[in-house]
């Protein structure tokens, strides 16, 4: 059997992924392509890398028995892979190490970044401190008042964090204004993308530096309980979580794969960030084809998710390519539904996981029960829920 | 020959310069959208560029934004940017129309209907801010096979294999962005878009208009002195966005008449 090898030379998993820019992005990615083929497999970036990620960020990150809420349910054996427990709390930070260490061998003194929930965006302010860069960090001005204390976090990092006004004033918007800022300062500046989407290479890179997660699923699940796990469950926002761990275990098909979306106040409604789920159209945004949520005239509609995380309209092509191959299969999570696997995880486990991890632990909590007790389900606890604690307790209506 | 071919080889002979101004359809309303295009054509319009408004316009800068979302909050969108298209066309059949705009709202209508609609309509060119060369060929083959010009931009960064490139599948004119940066960002370095113009001319015999930093009738002299068109966008949605209703179009022919005075000279110069 061919073993997996998309993207093609192109950015291309079968329709969907591309290079969608103007012209005057193209020079930029063009670079960005040959440098990161120069390096993905350089003995000394590599070596450099993962010095950063055992040193720096923690790695490698424990997976770890959830016993007690193995037990709760009542079926598969639930293992957490815990990114949480990285520097800056998440998984992102993996993929801000890989690219500023690229941006840095290019000679580029200036990074920016894109950010949500802010996640991204601290760990991007954070290898900018620590390489000595400079780092503006764009954020939707919705977003700023929701998460301030990530703006703190990233100020005291030293970035810059500028708020965007523009559009629905959230992530997608962040997004465009990065580029533009791209667009802009091409010659001294790298844009650190923070999931797998955005135009050719990224959706590549950001899930190869990602897939040191299922790089060492694979070597640690055996060790625990000598095989692989039966099934593994992640949230998906943009997806890099999801690409990272999912990535490594393509080729094993025996190893089920589930992305979990969010499914707002439920797919019925419209007020969702699930457009695998919900069926929405093929379109192009941000620099790749993929499914998109989008009115009859290809206008991006607003989207809704408790957790800002998730709260973006599309998808990384990739996840779109593996959803039509049925390689993974796409399931989406109310927001009630995660806040109750929240406060479980909390209560039972005594961790605190980010309400975008909620989502996949509230999906993988529901099909345990119909599972054997022999059987393993393999969870990305991608982030830690510190950040959400405010979110958490208003709609528990506790001032903090 | 197409109408622009045609626009472009009439003014030559006159050694006159392509005046094209850039609005966004439906701002700031619909209902006006059309008014002004005629007022445009009054006023010295060449050809004019129609934007397709969308919710995430990545290439623009803050002023064709704030387009976009208004002409969005008043139903506008590609479907009302065809009909709007259309009515222009009830009383003018010889201005060249473009309509400049991005991949999502067009896939979103269906590439085949979207042509067969401004076929209809009789628009004469396309350009797709975000479809690339390597992402556009069967767009691109099916708008040539309509007789639709596919105009493409070309960019300071954009290295002589890539012109090659681009020149291979455009057709009317080569649009050339004259700053590294979104529509309207800053102003232009003449010497530097004089080298690059030049530069593009070696590959192609296409007409070259130069666009994105014109903001004032010196720049737009000066840029008429070394291309064969002028686009001008943010500084006439800027004068949109300014005015209140009754000034209007007074206001939009009275910069469009500058920008055109500044032009002929610059032909006349020449």
Known sequence: MQPYDLPDDFGHFGQFGGTFVAETLIEALDELRDMYAKYKDDPEFLAEFHHDLKHFVGRPSPIYFAERLTKKIGGAKIYLKREDLNHTGAHKVNNTVGQALLAKRMGKPRVIAETGAGQHGVATATIAARLGLECVVYMGAEDIKRQSPNVYRMKLLGAKVVPVESGSKTLKDALNEALRDWVTNVSNTFYIIGTVAGPHPYPMMVRDFNSVVGKECKIQMPELENKQPDVIVACVGGGSNAMGIFYPYIDDKNVQLVGVEAAGDGIETGKHAAPLTSNSPIGVLHGNRTYLMQNDEGQIIDTHSVSAGLDYPGVGPEHSWLKDSGRASYVAIKDKEALESFHNLCLIEGIIPALETSHALAYAEKIAAKMSPDEIILVNLSGRGDKDINTVANISGISL | ?270
Do not use: C, W
């Not at chain 2, 269906?110 to 479809?131: A, C, M, R």
């Open chain 2, 1 to 270: 020959m197409s109408k622009i071919q045609a626009t472009f080889k009439a003014l030559k002979n006159n050694k006159e310069k392509a005046l094209i101004p850039f609005i966004t359809a439906g701002d700031p309303h619909p209902d006006k959208t059309v008014e002004i295009m005629h007022a445009l054509v009054e006023s010295g319009a060449d050809m004019i560029e129609l934007g397709i408004p969308f919710s995430d316009p990545m290439a623009d800068g803050p002023v064709i934004q704030r387009a976009s979302e208004r002409a969005l909050k008043n139903n506008g969108g590609i479907s009302k940017t065809i009909k709007l298209a259309a009515e222009f066309r009830v009383t003018n059949k010889t201005t060249p129309l473009i309509l400049m705009g991005y991949a999502n709202p067009i896939e979103a209508i269906g590439i085949d209907n979207f042509i067969s609609l401004i076929k209809e309509v009789d628009i004469d060119g396309v350009i797709t801010v975000d479809y690339p060369p390597e992402e556009s060929e069967l767009f691109v083959n099916k708008l040539k096979e309509n007789n639709i010009d596919s105009i493409f931009l070309i960019s300071p960064t954009t290295e002589d294999k890539r012109i090659e490139l681009i020149i291979n599948q455009a057709t009317g004119f080569l649009y050339y962005v004259s700053l590294k940066g979104v529509t309207g960002s800053a102003n232009i370095d003449i010497n530097q878009v004089t080298k690059k113009v030049l530069n593009i001319k070696e590959f192609s015999d296409l007409p070259i208009a130069v666009g994105f930093g014109v903001r004032d009738a010196k720049t737009a002299n000066e840029v008429a002195l070394i291309s064969d068109a002028v686009v001008v966008g943010s500084k006439i949605v800027q004068e949109i966005e300014n005015s209140n209703e009754d000034d209007l179009i007074d206001n939009v022919k009275n910069l469009m008449l500058e920008l055109k005075n500044s032009i002929n000279d610059g032909a006349i110069i020449k």
